[in-house]
């Protein structure tokens, strides 16, 4: 069984920048594909960034190209996104999530998930 936990999330100003990391524990993850989705209130849990297990293949969804960064230290079984030029539709609950094999971008495919981290974009 693989539990994920996730960090880093709090407040932060238009423009500022935050790091998620997500660790995790009870099984490796470093073969599985690991993804972040976030859910604002009243909204559906959304894609925001994926990586394959070896890092060779990145996902993002459009609204979050060249501000997002998801990278992963296999060795330390964790994954981690750098959020830069942060905007108040970023705030959102954060939840990373891990599958095995191919780099999914569904919610239904993945099987295993943190219990998220609050961001908070004030304007």
């Not at 190209?65 to 030029?85: C, E, H, I, P, W």
């Amino acid at each position: 069984q693989v539990q994920l936990v996730e960090s880093g999330g709090g407040l932060v100003q238009t423009g500022g920048s935050l790091r998620l990391s997500c660790a995790a524990s009870g099984r490796t993850v470093s073969m599985y594909a690991m993804g972040w989705f976030r859910q604002a209130p009243g909204k559906e849990r959304e894609f925001v960034a994926g990586i394959s297990w070896n890092a060779d293949m990145t996902y993002y969804t459009d609204s979050v190209k060249g501000r997002f960064t998801v990278s992963r230290d296999n060795a330390k079984d964790t994954v981690y996104l750098q959020m830069n030029s942060l905007k108040p539709e970023d705030t959102a609950v954060y939840y990373c999530a891990a599958t095995r094999g191919y780099l999914y971008k569904g919610v239904n495919d993945y099987p295993y998930w943190g219990q998220g981290t609050q961001v908070t974009v004030s304007s």
